[in-house]
C-alpha cells in the first residue's frame, strides 16, 4: 500500500510556472514508478510524465520541453516543474505509483488530486 499526498496547486497565468510535489509513504516497492496524470473538464484523462526509482522519465508530447518530472528518492517524493504554462494545461493533476513502469498505464496507486488552473 502506498499513499501520495499532492501539492503546489493554484491559479497561475498564462506563462506562468507550478511546481508540484507529491510524497509517497508506505510500500517502496510500490512507489518504483511515480508520475501525474491530469484530467480537465469534458476530457479523457492523460498521461503526463513518469520516473521511475533509476531516473528513467517518459513525457506526454503535448507537455514536452515545458515540464520537467524530477524525483527525491531519499525522500520517496516525486516534483512536477510546470513553465509556460497555458490554458489547456488546467485540468485536475493526480500523483500515481506502482511497483513497475507503465507506458500508457495503468498505475495502481493515486493522490487526492491538485487543481491546476492557467487563466488571466
Known amino acids: 500500500q502506498v499513499q501520495l499526498v499532492e501539492s503546489g496547486g493554484g491559479l497561475v497565468q498564462p506563462g506562468g510556472s507550478l511546481r508540484l510535489s507529491c510524497a509517497a509513504s508506505?510500500?517502496?516497492?510500490?512507489?518504483?514508478?511515480m508520475g501525474w496524470y491530469r484530467q480537465a473538464p469534458g476530457k479523457q484523462r492523460e498521461l503526463v510524465a513518469v520516473i521511475t526509482r533509476d531516473l528513467s522519465t517518459n513525457y506526454a508530447d503535448s507537455v514536452k520541453g515545458r515540464f520537467t518530472i524530477s524525483r527525491d528518492n531519499a525522500k520517496n517524493t516525486v516534483y512536477l516543474q510546470m513553465n509556460s504554462l497555458n490554458p489547456e494545461d488546467t485540468a485536475v493533476y493526480y500523483c500515481?505509483?506502482?511497483?513497475?513502469?507503465?507506458?500508457?498505464?495503468?498505475?495502481?496507486?493515486w493522490g487526492q488530486g491538485t487543481q491546476v488552473t492557467v487563466s488571466s
Open positions: 508506505g510500500s517502496i516497492s510500490s512507489s518504483y514508478a
Open positions: 500515481v505509483s506502482d511497483v513497475t513502469y507503465r507506458h500508457n498505464g495503468p498505475y495502481a496507486y
